[in-house]
C-alpha cells in the first residue's frame, strides 16, 4: 500500500522533535450500501475511502493527525505538523521494519466487489418477500444491505510491519406490522466477518421470518407492569446489557483514568462464581472477530471476568503506558480518522450448566425478554436503561401473555452480581458500538440468564 522506504521516513519525521513512538495507520476501503423498501431499492450508494493516520508519542503526550494526501510530500507534512506539539531532547532511532505475517481467523470466499449487484438485490428482495408475506398485518418492510472490504498497513518506531484485509457482509431486516391503529416494530441485523457466502449460507429466511413475527406479535401485547422483578434474557443480542454497562468500564479508555467503577479491583469478587465473561477476537468469522488490532497486536481471547473474579481489562498501546500493562489487542478505530483505543470485539458471558428450560420453570413470577432494543449507560457509573423489543410474562414457570413498553434500568456492576442462573445456549448477535475512536462492529452475546431482580419500567399509566 506504501513502500517501505517512504513508511519509514514518514515514522522519522514524526520523531524528528523527540517523540518516542511513532506509528502510521494506511487505510483503503470500499464500501456498498443498498436499501430496498416498498419491493424496490431505494437507495444504492458505493464508494473508496483511502486516508493515512499518523501518530507520535513522548511519554503520557499522544498527537494525532491524518491525511488523504499520500504524496511524499504531503505525508512527511503531516507527520512535521503531527510533530509539532512534541517537545523533546533525545531523537531516537527507527527499529528496522519487519515484516509479520499471520494465518487469517477470517477466511473469505467471495469478496463482494466481485459480485454482480443483481445477486446482492437477489437476496435483499427474497427477505424482503419472506417478511411482507408472513402475516397480512405487516404493512412495510424495510432490508438493508452492506458490504466493506478494508485494506490496512500499519507500520510502527519499534519495528512493526503488518498488512490486513478485512470484509464484512450485514443485512438489517425491520418489519411494521399495523392492525387497528396499532403498530409494532420488529428488527433482525445478522452480520460477519465474511464475504458474500455469508448470505449464502445463512438462513436469511429465518431472519426475515423472525423479523416480521415480533411486529406482529407485539401487536396483541399487554401492557408491562412496573417494579422489580426476577427478569430472564435470552442470548444472543441480549447481551447488550452487559457489553454497554460493564464491558465498557473495562476498557482502559476508562479504566486508566480511574474513570470506571472497575479500575483499582483486579483480584476481587465482582460477579458470582457462576458468571464469566470474556472479549475474543478469535472467534472464526464472527462479525466482531480481528485478525490484528488497529495498532497491528494480533488478536486474543482476554478472560476480563473468570468464576466471578475480575481478571483483566481491555488495553490498548497508549493506556498500557498509563496503566503499567501489556496491551490486550484492543486497539481498535472506525477508520484513519481516528486515533485507536482500547475496544471491544466479541464480548460474551461464557455458558453455564442450566438449559433455558430449566431456567424458566424454576421462575415463579417474573419477566423474560426474548429481544433487547436500544438503550443508554453512564459508562462512569455503570447506570443503564434499556428498552425490550420482545417480552413475556412468567408465571409459576410458565411463559404467559406478551408484554409491550417495557424498560430494564438498573446498575450494570449490580446487576452483573445479582444473575443467578447462566444457560448452556450461548449466542452471538451483532451491532455496531460507538465510543471515542468512532464506530466499529462489535458482537455481544451470552447464553440465557436470569438475574434475580431488576427494576422494570412499564408503559405509561401501568
Known amino acids: ?29 470500499f464500501t456498498n450500501n443498498f436499501t430496498l423498501q416498498s419491493g424496490k431499492i431505494e437507495t444504492c450508494l458505493s464508494g473508496r475511502d483511502f486516508g493515512i493516520g499518523i501518530r507520535v508519542f ?14 511524499k510530500e504531503g505525508l512527511i507534512k503531516a507527520a512535521k505538523n503531527a510533530a509539532q506539539a512534541i517537545n523533546g531532547n533525545t531523537i531516537i532511532q527507527l527499529v528496522p521494519l519487519v515484516q509479520e505475517s499471520f494465518e487469517t481467523i477470517n477466511p473469505v470466499q467471495f469478496l463482494p466487489k466481485e459480485v454482480d449487484k ?8 427474497n427477505a424482503y418477500d419472506t417478511a411482507k408475506n408472513y402475516h397480512s398485518s405487516i404493512s412495510q418492510v424495510t432490508v438493508r444491505y452492506m458490504d466493506e472490504e478494508q485494506n490496512v498497513l500499519i507500520a510502527n518506531s519499534e519495528g512493526k510491519l503488518i498488512e490486513d484485509k478485512r470484509v464484512r457482509s450485514r443485512m438489517a431486516i425491520q418489519a411494521v406490522a399495523v392492525r387497528d391503529n396499532k403498530m409494532e416494530t420488529g428488527f433482525y441485523g445478522p452480520g460477519a466477518h465474511q464475504g458474500f457466502e455469508f448470505f449464502e449460507n445463512s438462513n436469511m429466511d429465518y431472519f426475515a421470518t423472525e423479523a416480521a413475527r415480533i411486529a406482529v406479535t407485539m401487536l396483541d401485547a399487554s401492557p ?8 430472564i434474557i435470552d442470548n444472543e443480542f441480549g447481551g447488550v446489557i452487559f457489553h454497554e454497562a460493564c464491558g465498557h468500564g473495562l476498557e482502559a479508555t476508562a479504566v486508566a483514568k480511574n474513570h470506571s467503577v472497575f479500575a483499582n479491583r483486579l483480584g476481587e469478587m465482582v460477579a458470582p462464581e457462576i458468571v464469566t465473561y470474556i472479549d475474543d477476537g478469535t472467534l472464526k468469522n464472527e462479525w466482531g472477530s480481528i485478525n490484528i488490532d488497529d495498532e497491528g497486536e494480533k488478536a486474543r481471547t482476554n478472560v476480563l471476568i473468570e468464576n466471578g473474579i475480575l481478571k483483566g481489562y481491555l488495553i490498548d498501546k497508549f493506556n498500557s503506558r498509563r496503566m503499567g500493562m501489556e496491551s490486550t489487542g484492543s486497539g481498535r478505530r472506525q477508520s484513519f480518522r481516528f486515533a485507536p483505543t482500547s475496544r471491544m470485539t466479541n464480548t460474551y458471558i461464557a455458558p453455564g450448566k442450566s438449559t433455558p428450560e430449566e ?14 432494543g ?55 448477535g451483532a451491532g455496531m458500538c460507538g465510543s471515542l475512536s468512532g464506530s466499529i462492529p462489535v458482537n455481544v452475546g451470552q ?10 419500567g412499564g408503559t405509561k399509566g401501568e
Open 1 to 29: 500500500m506504501l513502500n517501505q522506504s517512504l513508511i519509514e521516513d514518514v515514522l522519522t519525521a514524526a520523531l524528528s522533535t523527540g517523540g518516542d513512538f511513532s506509528e502510521i495507520f494506511v487505510e483503503d476501503r
Open 58 to 71: 513522548k511519554g503520557l503526550q499522544s498527537v494525532y493527525a491524518y491525511s488523504t494526501d499520500f504524496t
Open 118 to 125: 443483481t445477486r446482492k438485490a437477489a437476496i435483499m428482495k
Open 224 to 231: 408491562c407492569p412496573s417494579g422489580k422483578f426476577p427478569v
Open 359 to 372: 431456567i424458566i420453570t424454576n421462575t415463579e413470577h417474573g419477566i423474560y425478554t426474548k429481544y433487547m
Open 374 to 428: 436500544g438503550g443508554q449507560v453512564n459508562p462512569a457509573t455503570g447506570d443503564y436503561n434499556f428498552a425490550v423489543m420482545e417480552a413475556y410474562e412468567v408465571n409459576n414457570g410458565k411463559l404467559g401473555k406478551p408484554l409491550k413498553g417495557a424498560t430494564l434500568i438498573g446498575n450494570g456492576p449490580k446487576t452483573l452480581q445479582l444473575v443467578d442462573m447462566v444457560g448452556n445456549n450461548l449466542g452471538h
Open 447 to 456: 447464553p440465557m440468564i436470569r438475574v434475580s431482580e431488576i427494576t422494570v
